[in-house]
Nanobody, 122 residues
Framework: QVQLVESGGGLVQAGGSLRLTCAAS????????RGWFRQAPGKEREFVAV????????YYADSVKGRFTISRDNAKNTVSLQMNSLKPEDTAIYYC???????????????WGQGTQVTVSS
């Protein structure tokens, strides 16, 4: 069964850092774009960051640009999201996803993880 499993979420104070990791169960994901999305309470799920299959191209939502960094290790089938200078408004469930194309739209992603909670206290 194809799986994406996120880890690394938790509670952190504003200004702090967290590193999320998403592990894939199959090597086929080394050829997929990988994205991070998040959903805050009462809000729709939104795009955060994406990286193409080779790691040579990345794109970020304006709200996280300069604070978050997405990276991948295809040898380990993992993608990471380094989150620095966290703000209370970054509080959300963070989901990783895999898709054929490195885009910002959720419908283009075929595989999703179960999510990991990130809570930033003020």
């Amino acid at each position: 069964q194809v799986q994406l499993v996120e880890s690394g979420g938790g509670l952190v104070q504003a200004g702090g850092s967290l590193r999320l990791t998403c592990a894939a169960s199959e090597r086929l994901f080394s050829m997929y774009a990988r994205g991070w999305f998040r959903q805050a309470p009462g809000k729709e799920r939104e795009f955060v960051a994406v990286i193409n299959w080779s790691g040579g191209s990345t794109y970020y939502a304006d709200s996280v640009k300069g604070r978050f960094t997405i990276s991948r290790d295809n040898a380990k089938n993992t993608v990471s999201l380094q989150m620095n200078s966290l703000k209370p408004e970054d509080t959300a469930i963070y989901y990783c996803a895999a898709g054929r194309v490195a885009v910002t739209t959720m419908r283009e992603y075929n595989y999703w993880g179960q999510g990991t909670q990130v809570t930033v206290s003020s």
